[in-house]
């Protein structure tokens, strides 16, 4: 992995250097109130995905502090995001804090897994409605498409919450399989497993915080991209329209989906980029406010996480 990410950074090193090197002439004197400006965009992002996760444990009957939901999203950010199968460690992290904070196992799995679901499916409608203003129509079948399939899976849950029966031989099935691999009894943990069941039914959202819940997860890409808005005035680079910067950035955060490189390093790198040179900038101004995106997003929030996760980590032995 680090041969990878030595031969990306340097291939690009070696291709972008004219333009770097002008980046880094803008980047000697940024307007330090803009920088400010950025910094606080993006701590208002983090702090609407934490808000997020706690709007959907409240309307499932459950309290949590938002301090402790914040340190539980820095913490979890940087591991997700720097590790190899940074999201395994990130969502074994977010279970085993809130078990901490009381929260019930089929409601701490429900919650980690709805807000993963509601964040994807927000970047999905803020790139849609992006095209769409942009006046791109295939961006009307990207979010019918994303409608129905959310319409599909609403339909699907209610229905299996109805119908719980319908699940059992299947589950008993499965459960039977893997069983035999692991040379257990048949029947191995199938108490548990529906005791589990049994608890993930008893959850009921209100609508008003499942509404509240959706409303954050598009503040949470919202914000971000304002953070990366106000870098690019920062240095000087205010001629992109809010449009075409929020397409740029859009793709940007695509590419941060796939998990080649830790952070994305590169990859996230260049796809902003070249989304910021098609909304009309110089490559120079591109690299320039992707670098400060980048310090500011990558490289002050994984390290404040970073530091929450050792903070939470000496409290947990402390309290052990």
């Known amino acids: ?17 004219p333009a770097l090197r002008e980046a880094f002439a803008e980047l000697r004197a940024p307007h330090w109130g803009w920088v400010g400006a950025a910094l606080a965009a993006e701590i208002v992002s983090m702090g609407t995905y934490a808000r997020m996760q706690r709007a959907l444990l409240r309307g499932a009957g459950t309290k949590v502090s938002v301090r402790r939901h914040v340190a539980m999203a820095y913490a979890a950010h ?29 409601e701490a799995s429900w919650c980690i897994a709805l807000s993963g679901v509601l964040s994807t499916g927000a970047l999905i409608l803020v790139g849609s409605v992006g095209g769409l203003l942009a006046r791109n129509t295939g961006s009307w079948r990207g979010l019918a498409g994303y409608a129905a399939g959310a319409v599909v899976v609403t339909a699907a849950v209610r229905l299996l919450a109805k119908h719980p029966l319908w699940l059992d031989r299947p589950v008993r099935a499965l459960l039977g399989g893997v069983n035999r691999v692991r040379r257990r009894p048949p029947e191995h943990g199938a108490d548990r497993l529906f005791g589990f069941f049994t608890q993930l039914r008893a959850i009921r959202v209100h609508p008003a915080h499942f509404a509240v819940a959706v409303l954050l997860a598009c503040a949470n890409w919202l914000f971000d ?21 929020l397409i740029a950035y859009c793709a940007g955060m695509a590419a941060a989906s796939v ?10 790198d260049a796809a902003l980029v070249l989304g910021l040179v098609a909304g009309g900038l110089t490559s120079a101004s591109a690299v320039a ?28 032995r402390g309290s052990a």
């Open 1 to 17: 992995m680090a041969a990878v990410m030595v031969v990306v950074l340097g291939a690009e090193l070696i291709l972008g250097w």
């Open 259 to 268: 998990p080649v490189i830790p952070g994305g390093l590169g990859v996230v």
């Open 225 to 245: 991209a304002l953070c990366l808005w106000v870098c690019c005035v920062a240095v000087g680079a205010d001629r992109i329209t809010p449009v075409h910067l």
């Open 289 to 316: 406010a992707v670098v400060l995106y980048r310090l500011i997003s990558f490289g002050f929030i994984i390290g404040a996480g970073w530091l929450v996760w050792l903070l939470l980590r000496h409290r947990a």
């Open 78 to 106: 940087s591991l997700s995001v720097t590790l190899p199968g940074g999201p395994v460690f990130s969502s074994s992290f977010n279970f085993r804090q809130m078990r901490r904070y009381g929260v019930s196992p089929a």
